[in-house]
Antibody
Framework: QVQLVQSGAEVKKPGASVKVSCKTS????????IHWVRQAPGQGLEWMGM????????NYAQKFQGRVTMTRDTSTSTVYMEVSSLKSEDTAVYYC??????????WGQGTLVTVS | EIVLTQSPGTLSLSPGERATLSCRAS???????LAWFQQKPGQAPRLLIY???TRATGIPDRFSGSGSGTDFTLTISRLEPEDFAVYCC?????????FGQGTRLEIK
């Protein structure tokens, strides 16, 4: 079955960087884009961007351009999302998600990133 | 970007009642690429509806979606205790993908 398993919670200081991983299994890694979505405490969902695991091309939301980098490792079927220059407002649960027939049918369990 | 506005913010109903949730887009959603998610505390969102009206795999038929263009509706025909959660809509027809702010469905 399709699974997306994310790395564990992180605590970072302002100005630092964080790198979250999303290990996929149960399907052909290069077939589906992986998206990243975050959710600040008590807030709604916010799309950050996506990566094509096949060629590595990315599309970031304008808000995160220059501060977010998404990469992939095809040998381990893992996608990474790095956020730099962290601010307190970046405190959130970060999710990776994979489309099904159309939109996000499979989600990772979420990774809490606390900036303090 | 397309802004999605959900109403009401909170809906208080009893089990067995019918729930109607609204999602309005600031511009037409391309190809009716509109989805609905359910989210419970501490959990990842769960896809309910995509393409405005198609139920995702394993979703009970008491959940239905309708609408087109800029106005969309999620209906839960008879509320079960496990249905009390936050529901949000998403458009994925245009970049950036955007989400509504959510409707909290609570037990009356």
């Amino acid at each position: 079955q399709v699974q997306l398993v994310q790395s564990g919670a992180e605590v970072k200081k302002p100005g630092a960087s964080v790198k979250v991983s999303c290990k996929t299994s149960g399907y052909t890694f290069t077939t589906y884009y992986i998206h990243w979505v975050r959710q600040a405490p008590g807030q709604g969902l916010e799309w950050m961007g996506m990566i094509d695991p096949s060629g590595g091309s990315t599309n970031y939301a304008q808000k995160f351009q220059g501060r977010v980098t998404m990469t992939r490792d095809t040998s381990t079927s893992t996608v990474y999302m790095e956020v730099s220059s962290l601010k307190s407002e970046d405190t959130a649960v970060y999710y990776c998600a994979r489309p099904g027939p159309q939109t996000f049918d499979y989600w990772g369990q979420g990774t809490l990133v606390t900036v303090s | 970007e397309i802004v999605l506005t959900q109403s009401p913010g909170t809906l208080s109903l009893s089990p067995g009642e019918r729930a109607t949730l609204s999602c309005r887009a600031s511009q037409s959603v391309s190809s009716n690429y509109l989805a609905w998610f359910q989210q419970k505390p501490g959990q990842a969102p769960r896809l309910l509806i995509y393409g405005a009206s198609t139920r995702a795999t394993g979703i009970p038929d008491r959940f239905s979606g309708s609408g087109s263009g800029t106005d969309f509706t999620l209906t839960i025909s008879r509320l079960e205790p496990e249905d009390f959660a936050v529901y949000c809509c998403q458009q994925y027809g245009s970049s950036p993908i955007t989400f509504g702010q959510g409707t909290r469905l609570e037990i009356k």
